[in-house]
């Protein structure tokens, strides 16, 4: 059965912290994605690579870096949180091969800066 | 810039009702996808539509890409409670492994 699995389900930290989110998947994919959702806006892309050290900004990478040092896992950083980012964040991956192929998600960490 | 833009945002109706959700774009692309997202997790793949016109069941819920490839709709007959969540549609960015998404439509089946 294949697997997305992120760090958190529920963090709260606070403004001016650094916060690390971490995604893995247990499918071989090439291409991971960071996603948040907010009610009435859908889910934005931040970021998403498609290769080990390879990455590109989505729509939204303001306030936001990313690290791909292994081909499973994707992590999502926050150099310094501010209340904004609050927010439900979404790791997905798919098969590089064909683009539009089906996106596998995790089951999202909502997070909230105090 | 590709857009997808879903109606309608909310709806709320009885079980055994029949519904449309609509997903709409002024440009084309090559497959139209349809994810289910149920509260306090992330969206699951329903269906992908490729070809114009086509038409995919899913037990009650039936789906159809438009012939210019711009849209898509979503019809399910006889609502359950069990179909209630966030449904949204999405769609490869051209030349990219990207997706966007539509804002979706939250549906709530009452008993």
């Known amino acids: 059965d294949v697997k997305v699995t992120q760090s958190s389900r529920y963090l709260v930290k606070r403004t001016g912290e650094k916060v690390f989110l971490e995604c893995v998947q247990d499918?071989?994919?090439?291409?991971m994605f960071w996603y948040r959702q907010d009610p009435g806006l859908g889910l934005r892309l931040i970021y998403f690579?498609?290769?080990?050290?390879?990455?590109e900004k989505g729509d939204i990478p303001e306030g936001y870096s990313v690290s791909r040092e292994k081909k499973e896992r994707f992590s999502l950083i926050l150099e310094s949180a501010s209340t904004n980012q609050t927010s439900m964040y979404l790791c997905?991956?798919?098969?590089?091969?064909?683009?539009?192929?089906?996106?596998?998600f995790g089951p999202g960490t909502r997070l909230t800066v105090l | 810039t590709q857009l997808l833009e879903q109606s309608p945002q909310f709806l709320s109706i009885q079980e055994g009702e029949n519904l449309t959700v609509y997903c709409n774009s002024s440009?084309?692309?090559?497959?139209l996808q349809w994810y289910r997202q149920e509260p306090g997790e992330g969206p699951v793949l329903l269906v992908t539509?490729?070809?114009?016109?086509e038409v995919k069941k899913l037990k009650r819920l039936t789906f159809q890409f438009g012939d210019a490839r711009k849209d898509s709709s979503l019809h399910i007959t006889a609502a359950q409670p069990g179909d209630t969540g966030l449904y949204l549609c999405?769609?490869?960015?051209?030349?990219?492994?990207?997706?966007?998404f539509g804002t979706g439509t939250r549906l709530k089946v009452l008993a």
């Open positions: 997905a991956s798919s098969l590089g091969e064909v683009m539009g192929n089906e996106q596998f």
């Open positions: 499918m071989d994919h090439e291409n």
């Open positions: 690579s498609y290769d080990v050290k390879m990455k």
């Open positions: 440009s084309v692309f090559s497959s």
């Open positions: 539509v490729v070809t114009g016109g």
């Open positions: 999405a769609g490869p960015v051209s030349g990219t492994y990207k997706y966007i």
